[in-house]
């Protein structure tokens, strides 16, 4: 009996309402670094069920010009574990620099890989969620969201091991850090209008561009057998240490 009460409680962390278990789902899903891969998986499966409601409510429209998946984003971004440089150096035995830079592109990387071996396996066997009002199903929605949020965690790290603190409530330093991922550049902390909680009308069209493209990606999960599990693992990785590059390069300078 514990063990299924265990086994409920990750598919459903969550039954206060759809967006924060959503976020829940999120935050879980980029701060577990040692997350074995069953339990992966069903936290992307109930995300699937998730995203396939609210794919239904937004129309074709909403999910076709990347409108749903950029605005989830922003919404889960608040849920996502930043650490500080404090914790970070504790958590990588004392790493300073390029050093600690290169450890966070490289769990950042571990975990997107296994998302997207996670969506791959997913599709090996058939997994069923609602679908998309697209032909393509949930569950790569939910890769991709987790990706990007992922790698969205991984830039608001950079920022902290390059001395660039991002100051604000959750809601302006993660749309500070969404706009920095959908844009690839680092923040300017001293930038007109760089930290706000809403995104502006140029932000919004590069988040859309940036997710329609991350979720293009993934639709190199839905290969035959599990050479899909292999391609999304490989096509996340070097997806996100080209991304790192290009946010270190601007942190530097």
Do not use: C
């Amino acid at each position: 009996m514990p063990e299924e009460i265990e086994r409920q409680e990750d598919m459903e962390p969550s039954r206060r309402n759809g967006s924060a278990e959503l976020g829940e789902l999120v935050g879980r899903l980029t701060a577990d670094e040692d997350m074995d891969r069953e339990t992966r998986g069903r936290l992307l499966g109930r995300l699937a069920v998730l995203l396939g409601q609210k794919a239904r409510r937004a129309g074709a429209a909403g999910v076709a010009r990347g409108r749903l998946l950029g605005d989830l984003l922003v919404e889960a971004a608040p849920h996502i574990p930043i650490r500080d440089l404090e914790t970070l150096q504790a958590h990588h035995r004392g790493l300073m620099g390029e050093e600690l830079a290169d450890r966070i592109v490289k769990v950042a990387g571990n975990g997107t890989t296994a998302v997207g071996a996670a969506g791959g396996a997913l599709a090996a066997v058939q997994f069923t969620a609602p679908p998309l009002l697209l032909t393509a199903p949930a569950q790569l929605a939910a890769e991709t969201l987790v990706v990007a949020a992922i790698e969205v965690k991984m830039i608001a790290e950079l920022h902290e091991v390059y001395g660039v603190t991002v100051h604000g409530t959750g809601t302006t330093r993660g749309a500070a850090f969404v706009t920095s991922w959908a844009r690839q550049r680092g923040i300017n902390p001293l930038e007109t209008g760089s930290l706000t909680s809403a995104l502006g009308t140029a932000a919004k069209s590069a988040l859309r561009k940036r997710m329609l493209r991350t979720f293009g990606r993934t639709l190199g999960t839905m290969g035959p057998l599990l050479t899909g599990a292999a391609a999304g693992a490989a096509l996340n990785r070097s997806a996100t240490k080209a991304l790192a590059a290009k946010i270190r390069h601007d942190l530097r300078g």
